[in-house]
Structures are given as structure tokens and as C-alpha cells.
């Protein structure tokens, strides 16, 4: 049996890999440290750990005498240093001592290093920082916490209780090495993956009509990337994180409960669409997700409107979070980016699978989001798609030529009686059932439609019942305001 060194620790172990790691996770001995065999008649003192790791292992070996328990052994032993503390029987022991043993320092060591992570992501989002002046200014961060901690640790303040004295020598180290983890682009991700469970965006290939899935940082390491390509968002990654943080759930659940109970028009859901999909799944918690597209150049300082470096943005928002948080920027997430060569090259259906399957899967499926401890299933509808107008047409396969006969996403009136009109003409409104009709005749000068959307392929939504409309083009830059202002 190995019995814990430390006094105040009772504990014994009959493994010495569980030992090594008790030592090591639970009391975080420092390398550099008198270790002391507590095994019966041996009572050696070591001064580091290593000699001490060996010494235990002989320990074990001696006391097994089978060849096969033997090697079992000597194989725990010699992962016991390199074995991570994120195994399940680590976890669940560690968790188990901290309950039990209230002045041990694992949680604020974490503490620690949580505090660097957040200090490190604060000055990336500064707009006037670029990443070598964040490790500059963690560089002088660490330079100064070196010598405040080598000054206290000079104090020379004693301690009777020895675990105490463990706690502090553990905490002055961490101090001085409190970045390790985030010091580098890679170590920074590869941190944030490991605590938090970052997501990073994968890259859809379509190359002869076959899709294909791969993480983002191979797209820039091989020798011959695919043709055309959509960059996407994990989107469940971010849709879960934002409703789980700051009471964002609680207070979007009831600001929309207002909102449909308000006889005012105020908010999309006060319409008859999400009427539908409120009857639709009933008593589900459904909250409605507006998707938006467009465009801007890049590589273009002299615009030369070639639109060669052209890139769609994909982005979505949520109706009806509160207005504090709608008015904000951050708050509308990146679903995707696509360049638009590739749209004309493949065809915007073949693009755009990959986010429709996901926007059908958080309807259909839904999202378990974590809240106060319970698990909630929320479904997410997609219930809008903005954009202008050349934006909408392009993305649900629209005539993308707004002075053709039929131009118009709402009716199917040709442009020549636009001109005489002063009434509305419902009969010519387009119907999913006239919708079906003009695919199938297949002539985009006839019908106003290039093909069939693959947006239909979602629960709740469809081309002809998407009631969206360019308030900015049709009504204040170039609409008719214009005329009224006169």
C-alpha cells in the first residue's frame, strides 16, 4: 500500500499509478520537491519526481509476482506521468477529493488560467491590436508577474501546515507561467477547443457533382484546392453558446411570449406565417431565425467592378431577442462565405446544401440547450430570407435581370402592365401551385424562374411565401421616397 506522503492527507493506494496521479492532480507537487516513500521499512527521501516515479514502480513490481499482472503493471506505470487528466476515473476521483477536501488549489490553478485566456481574447478583440502585440504585451505581463512572485516568494513567509505551503509554491509558479497555454496562435485554439469546446468552420467542396467536408486550415495547405467551395460557420456551436450565456434564453422567450400576445403588427411574428408554425409544432418551444445574404469585393483598391473577388456572406439573426441585444453587430452570426464565381460555375443549390441541411436539422431536431442546469429543446425555424433584390433573386433562383418580363418574386405579371397598373392584381400572386407549374415549364422568359429552390427542401419555408422585402432600395436610397420628399 502506498500511503500519501502529506500529513494531512490520509489516503492509501494499492496502485501506483493511481498514487503518481493522486500526488500529482490532486495536492499539484511541484517536480522539485523532497518526496518521501511511505511504503513500510523504506521511508527513502528523493528530490525530484522522477527518481521517486522509478523508485515507486519498483515498488509495484516487486509486489506482484505473475508475469502478466507484471506487465499490466509496468504499463500503467510508465503512462502514469503522460496519462491525461481528463480520464474518466482522473475526473471522477478528482472531483470526489475536491468535494472532500475544501483547501485544495486544483480549481483556482484553473482559476488561473481561465483569467490568462480571458485577458488574451480581450486584447484580440482590441481593433488597434494586432497578434504580435498581444504576445508582446503578455510577454511583459509575464516579465512583470516574474518578479512580483520571485519577491514573495523572498518574503520567506513560513507555513506549519504543509499542504498550505504546497497550495502557495504551486500558485507562485502558475503565476509566473500563467500564459503557457496561450501564447501562440496554435496553443490558443488548441486551449479554447480543449475548455470551452471550440468549433472551427469546415470547408463544402464540390467537385463533379460530389460534396466533400475537411477542416478549415487544409484549405490553405493543399497543393491543388478545389474549384469551387463554401466556407460554413459551425452554426449549432454558436446558436447553443449565444442562448446559454447572460439570460439570453430567458429574456428572448419572453420578449417573444409579448410579442404574440400584442394585437399590434410589431414584429414578424405577429404575422400569419408564424401563426402557421406556431400551430404547427404546438407546445415545442419554436423560435423563428432570419437568414441574410450579400455581397462585397475584396482584392478591387481600384475598382475595376470585374467582380472576379467577389464573396457571399451568409449570415443569421434571431427576430426576437431583445431590442438591446438586436441592435447590436455581434449578435448577427456568420452562417457562411462563398465566392460568387463559384455560384455561377456550380449553381447556388449545390452550394448552399450544406447550410440547408443544417437549418433543417436545429428545426426538425432542435437544439438542447443547457439552462440553470436543466436541458431544454428548442427549435430553431427558418422563417425569412433578406437581402436587396438582386441578392433574393440570385439566392432563390429568381430572374436575376430586374428589367426582364418577369421580374417580380411576388406575381407573376409581366413587366409591360406594371407600368399602367394602379390596382393590385391578387389572381396574379405566385402560389406554391403556380410556383411548381412554371419549374416544370423550365423557360426563365416565360416564368421569371430559373429553377427550382433549394430552399423549398426546408419544413417551413418556401419561395413564394417569403414576404421579404428591400426597404432600403425600394423605399429610401433609390425607392419612392425620394418622390414624397419633394
Known amino acids: 500500500m502506498f500511503g500519501c506522503m502529506l500529513e494531512n492527507c490520509s489516503r492509501s493506494f494499492s496502485i501506483a499509478n493511481e498514487y503518481l496521479h493522486h ?39 516487486t509486489s506482484f509476482k505473475s508475469e502478466h499482472v507484471m506487465d499490466t503493471i509496468t504499463n500503467l506505470v510508465i503512462t502514469a506521468n503522460d496519462t491525461s487528466p481528463d480520464d474518466v476515473s482522473i475526473k471522477k476521483r478528482k472531483k470526489e477529493n475536491e468535494s472532500q477536501e ?129 466556407i460554413i460557420m459551425p452554426i449549432l456551436y454558436q446558436i447553443k453558446t449565444f442562448f446559454e450565456s447572460e439570460n439570453i434564453f430567458e429574456q428572448t422567450i419572453e420578449n417573444q411570449t409579448r410579442l404574440e400576445k400584442s394585437s399590434v403588427i410589431a414584429n414578424f411574428i405577429n404575422g400569419s406565417k408564424w401563426l402557421q408554425v406556431k400551430e404547427k409544432y404546438g407546445n415545442e418551444i419554436v423560435i423563428p431565425v432570419w437568414l441574410y445574404g450579400d455581397e462585397f469585393e475584396v482584392n478591387d483598391s481600384q475598382s475595376s467592378h470585374s467582380n472576379r473577388h467577389s464573396v457571399s456572406g451568409i449570415y443569421f439573426s434571431f427576430p426576437t431577442i431583445p431590442e438591446t441585444y438586436a441592435s447590436k453587430l455581434n449578435n448577427i452570426f456568420v452562417a457562411g462565405m462563398l465566392k460568387k464565381i463559384d455560384i455561377k460555375d456550380v449553381g447556388i443549390n449545390k452550394l448552399f446544401g450544406a447550410i440547408i441541411e443544417v437549418f433543417t436539422h436545429i428545426e426538425v431536431e432542435g437544439i438542447k440547450l443547457e439552462i440553470e442546469g436543466k436541458a431544454v429543446q428548442v427549435k430553431f425555424v427558418l422563417s425569412l430570407l433578406q437581402g436587396d433584390n438582386l441578392g433574393i433573386h440570385s439566392i432563390l433562383s429568381f430572374s436575376s435581370g430586374l428589367n426582364a418580363t418577369f421580374h417580380c418574386r411576388f406575381c407573376r405579371r409581366p413587366k409591360e402592365l406594371f407600368k399602367t397598373d394602379v390596382v393590385e392584381h391578387a389572381d396574379c400572386a405566385r402560389r406554391r401551385v403556380d410556383y411548381e407549374e412554371d419549374v416544370e415549364i423550365n423557360k426563365l422568359c416565360e416564368t421569371g424562374i430559373a429553377g427550382c429552390s433549394i430552399f423549398n427542401n426546408l419544413p417551413s419555408f418556401h419561395v413564394t411565401e417569403n414576404r421579404s422585402v428591400d426597404a432600403m432600395h425600394d423605399l429610401f436610397s433609390t425607392g419612392v421616397c425620394k418622390y414624397g420628399l419633394v
Open 102 to 230: 475544501p483547501g485544495c488549489s486544483w480549481n483556482s490553478l484553473n482559476q488561473i488560467d481561465r483569467s490568462a485566456l480571458n485577458f488574451t481574447l480581450k486584447q484580440h478583440a482590441k481593433s488597434n491590436f494586432n497578434r504580435k502585440d498581444v504576445y508582446s504585451v503578455q510577454n511583459d505581463v509575464t516579465e512583470l508577474l516574474t518578479k512580483l512572485s520571485n519577491h514573495i516568494v523572498s518574503l520567506n513567509v513560513a507555513s506549519s501546515d504543509i499542504d498550505n505551503t504546497f497550495i502557495f509554491n504551486s500558485t507562485m509558479e502558475q503565476i509566473k507561467v500563467m500564459f503557457k497555454n496561450v501564447n501562440s496562435d496554435y496553443k490558443l485554439f488548441k486551449y479554447i477547443e480543449s475548455t470551452i469546446g471550440l468549433q472551427t468552420p469546415s470547408v463544402i467542396t464540390v467537385e463533379n457533382n460530389e460534396r466533400s467536408v475537411f477542416p478549415i486550415q487544409q484549405l490553405e495547405i493543399d497543393k491543388e484546392p478545389a474549384k469551387n467551395f463554401l
Open 23 to 61: 500526488i500529482k492532480i490532486q495536492h499539484m507537487v511541484p517536480t522539485t520537491f523532497k518526496y518521501i516513500c511511505t511504503v513500510q521499512k523504506c521511508g527513502q527521501i528523493f528530490s525530484s519526481y522522477f527518481p521517486f516515479k522509478k523508485h515507486i514502480v519498483k515498488h509495484q513490481l
